[in-house]
């Protein structure tokens, strides 16, 4: 088949191109004059210039493709411009998803997040539980925005929508939060842990890209929902997983809940007038995405479409080696 991949040259995006290229599909992919694109280059993938606001490069790229695999995304908790988020997030979303009915594409795969559902009272969290009333971040909330206009799209105008829904992503070479928290701890730059018995969804990179692969190649599933994670865990459990792999102590501080938001509310104060990001990536919206995640069940996507998740241990000590690389 032919794929056309926004966000190839980002942390997933990258992953999802090397899958797909090993699954015998030709790739084209969407990137924007100023991205890194040897790797996807390497890997033999096509590349269209463009960008998610400017729908003639959508259109343009997305001819002659049989799939849309939408995984571009304005992804952080702290940006000095917040409506890059909207920008991105939703108005792209809808330039990406109008392109594709233009177009005529087969099937589109688009790439949510679990913090779209916030914090729903039921317990664990399946493809059937609707998303609770609040998000907790701007990201959140602008991806939750985007899924109404995708999944609007699909109910009135049949666009061929199957959607996942990512837990907290790792493994090697993340530059992206999750990735920046671990290597805090490694490099000893956080000088107390925060939110220890608060629980997360985890999932590996590699694990995200075999499922939007999968759920590409699967037949007659539009309309699906995939949750893509491998186990949920406190961020204490996370902090000793870190540690053995790298082979470091933990600091010895442990932060009371009440004062880690309170920290991070007065960094992020003070990050709207240096313009630069909260010390330690101590982002208000981090912290209360960290502190307010329910429990995940990503079973059906095993089921469905023959996943097997990595322990999140594997995804862990990849991203730690790779730091020291």
């Known amino acids: 088949m032919r794929a056309f991949v926004t966000g190839a040259t980002g942390f997933v995006g990258s992953q999802v191109?090397?899958?797909?290229?090993?699954?015998?599909?030709?790739?084209?992919?969407l990137v924007r004059p100023r991205s890194a694109t040897s790797f996807i280059q390497g890997l033999g993938a096509r590349l269209v210039r463009g960008d998610l606001t400017d729908k003639p490069s959508l259109v343009a790229g997305l001819a002659g493709a049989d799939w849309l695999l939408s995984v571009g995304a304005a992804y952080s908790f702290w940006a000095r411009d917040r409506r890059s988020y909207r920008q991105v997030n939703v108005a792209g979303v809808r330039n990406v998803m109008e392109a594709a009915l233009e177009t005529s594409v087969s099937k589109v795969i688009h790439i949510s997040s679990v913090v779209v559902y916030?914090?729903?009272?039921?317990?664990?969290v399946t493809e059937d539980v609707p998303p609770g009333p609040l998000r907790f971040s701007e990201y959140a909330q602008t991806k939750y925005e985007g899924d109404l206009v995708a999944w609007a799209l699909h109910a009135e105008r049949g666009l061929p929508l199957v959607m996942v829904y990512p837990g907290g992503v790792l493994g090697p070479d993340d530059p992206k939060p999750s990735g920046q928290y671990i290597q805090s701890l490694v490099?000893?730059?956080m000088p107390a842990t925060i939110l220890d018995d608060a629980t997360f969804p985890f999932v590996h990179v590699n694990d995200v890209a075999d499922g939007v692969v999968r759920a590409a190649e699967t037949p007659g599933n539009i309309g699906a929902?995939?949750?893509l994670v491998a186990e949920n865990l406190t961020f204490g459990a996370i902090n000793q997983l870190v540690a053995e792999a790298a082979g470091i102590r933990l600091p010895?501080?442990?932060m009371p809940?009440?004062?880690a938001v309170g920290t991070a509310a007065l960094l992020t104060g003070l990050a709207r007038v240096t313009r630069r990001p909260p010390l330690f990536g101590l982002s208000?919206?981090?912290v209360r995405t960290m502190g307010h995640s329910p429990v995940f069940d990503g079973h059906k996507a095993e089921r469905e479409l023959g996943?097997?998740?990595?322990p999140v241990r594997e995804a862990i000590r990849g991203a730690v080696e790779s730091y020291r690389r």
């Open 187 to 189: 490099r000893g730059q």
């Open 118 to 124: 916030g914090k729903p009272t039921v317990s664990p």
């Open 257 to 259: 809940d009440a004062m």
């Open 307 to 310: 996943m097997t998740y990595t």
């Open 225 to 227: 929902r995939y949750i």
């Open 252 to 254: 010895r501080m442990r």
């Open 17 to 29: 191109v090397r899958r797909l290229v090993e699954s015998g599909h030709e790739v084209a992919c």
């Open 284 to 286: 208000l919206d981090q």
